[in-house]
C-alpha cells in the first residue's frame, strides 16, 4: 500500500518543475511537494495522475486540492520552521504534511466525521503527525492560541472573527473568500486589533461549512 517508487519520485520532480513555471518561487514550498507522496492520498483509481496539476474527489463531497493550490497557499504563509499553524479542513491531510514537512507544528480540524476519522489514522503510518481535532473550523481552537500561522483550505464566505482574534500580532491568515469561486486572501495582523488585507485571484474550493450543516 505505502509504495512509493522511483517512479513516483521522478514524477514528483517534475510536478515540483511545474509548479515553479507557474510562479511558485519558495525553495522550501518546491521541496515539500517533492517530497511528499501525493498518490499515497488519492483513491487508488487515481495514482497514474496523482501527479499531474488537478483535484481529485477524496469522499465525503470533499478534494484534495490542485498542487499549484496547495503549494500557492503555503506559499503566502511564509512559514518559519517550528511555527504553530492552524489548519481549517484536514481532508484528505496533503496540505497538513506539506506543513509538517517544511517543520510546522500543525493543529488541524475537519468537520467531517469520515474524513477525520481516516486521515488521523493515516498520516503517522507515512511519518506525519499533527494534532487532530473534529469540530466546527469557524472557531478555530482557542485552548491552543494565539497561532503564528491560519490556513483555511476551504471556501468561507466572511473571515470568521474567532479565527482573527486567534492570530498572534505579526502572524499571517490565508483564507479563500467567496461563494461559488473564490478570492485568495492573505490578512496579516499588523497589532491587536489591526490588519491589512491582500487579495491574489479567483481559486475554486468546496465550501466551508458552519456546525449547523454537519451531517455528513
Known sequence: ????????KGLRKQLALLLKEKGIESA???????????HLFLNSSFVERAYQDIAFPIGAGQTISRP???????ELLKLKKGEKVLEIGTGSGYQTSILIEMGAKVYTVERQKELYDKTKLFLPTIGYNAKFFYGDGYKGLPVF????????????????????????????LIIPIGDKVQVMTLIEKIADKKFEKTEYGEFKFVPLLEDKEWGG
Not at 499549484?68 to 503555503?74: D, G, M, N, R
Not at 497561532?147 to 476551504?154: G, L
Not at 470568521?160 to 492570530?167: D, F, H, K, N
Open 1 to 8: 500500500m505505502l509504495n512509493d517508487t522511483y517512479r513516483h
Open 145 to 172: 492560541a494565539p497561532f503564528d500561522k491560519i490556513i483555511i483550505t476551504a471556501g468561507a464566505p466572511i473571515i470568521p472573527e474567532a479565527l482573527l482574534s486567534q492570530l498572534r500580532v505579526g502572524g499571517r
Open 28 to 38: 522550501e514550498v518546491i521541496k515539500a511537494i517533492e517530497t511528499v507522496p501525493r
Open 68 to 74: 499549484h493550490t496547495v503549494a500557492f497557499q503555503t
